[in-house]
């Protein structure tokens, strides 16, 4: 299992720079123009899991191939949900609005 994360791209968006890094991801600034103006947003990459190395402690910890893909899909299916939370709540003042096209890529 090899893991290779590049810097994402948005349909019509340039990746400006990476905001931080957290447990799942990195967040990265992109931007765009728009009739002469540009627009800035923020674009949240999960990479699941984050780094080889999370994969060979598990392989150490008595894990084989098929047991870490479970624990990890186990990870995306939490990601899911708190999507599908969010697009429900989509319009509340206090809540980030997602944009998902598919479930490899969303845009929040």
């Given at each position: 299992m090899t893991i290779s994360h590049p810097v994402p791209t948005y349909p019509g968006w340039e990746?400006?720079?990476l905001i931080g890094r957290g447990s799942f991801g990195a967040v990265y600034e992109i931007r765009?123009?728009?009739l002469g103006l540009t627009e800035?947003?923020?674009?949240?990459h999960i990479s699941?899991?984050?780094?080889?190395?999370d994969v060979e402690e598990l392989y150490?910890?008595?894990y084989d191939e098929t047991s870490i893909t479970a624990h990890y899909e186990s990870y995306l299916?939490?990601?899911v949900r708190e999507y599908q939370l969010?697009?429900?709540m989509k319009g509340h003042t206090n809540v980030v609005n997602c944009a998902g096209t598919s479930t490899s890529r969303w845009s929040c």
């Open positions: 990746t400006v720079r765009r123009d728009v800035k947003a923020a674009l949240k699941i899991p984050q780094n080889q190395s150490s910890s008595g299916a939490d990601i969010m697009a429900e």
